[in-house]
Nanobody, 115 residues
Framework: QVQLVQSGGGLVQPGGSLRLSCAASRNIFSTYVTRWYRQAPGKQRELVAAITTGGRTDYADSVKGRFIISRDNAKNTLFLQMNSLKPEDTAVYSC?????????WGQGTQVTVSS
């Protein structure tokens, strides 16, 4: 089982930017599909962005053009660059790695967009 450790997040004003990181305990990107999810209070968890083993990316409509998912294979780290943040982006963000029936989650990190 792979361990995922998140960093980043915090409080930012509307229009600002943040970058989230998700460090894996070993090299996973050649075999695991990796994703970012978020969950706002009182709402269901939402898929934000995904990147396949081949590097293809996909985004929720609500974040297209503002968020970028990427990875550093050498550092076994997944990123989520969040730009032009809006108050509705406020949520706990979690990274996820899936390979077949195996699924690992980061610990989650709070992102609050507020003036």
């Amino acid at each position: 089982q792979v361990q995922l450790v998140q960093s980043g997040g915090g409080l930012v004003q509307p229009g600002g930017s943040l970058r989230l990181s998700c460090a894996a305990s070993r090299n996973i990107f050649s075999t695991y599909v990796t994703r970012w999810y978020r969950q706002a209070p009182g709402k269901q968890r939402e898929l934000v962005a995904a990147i396949t083993t081949g590097g293809r990316t996909d985004y929720a409509d609500s974040v297209k053009g503002r968020f970028i998912i990427s990875r550093d294979n050498a550092k076994n780290t997944l990123f989520l660059q969040m730009n032009s943040l809006k108050p509705e982006d406020t949520a706990v963000y979690s990274c996820n790695a899936v390979w077949g029936a195996l699924s690992s989650w980061g610990q989650g990190t709070q992102v609050t967009v507020s003036s």
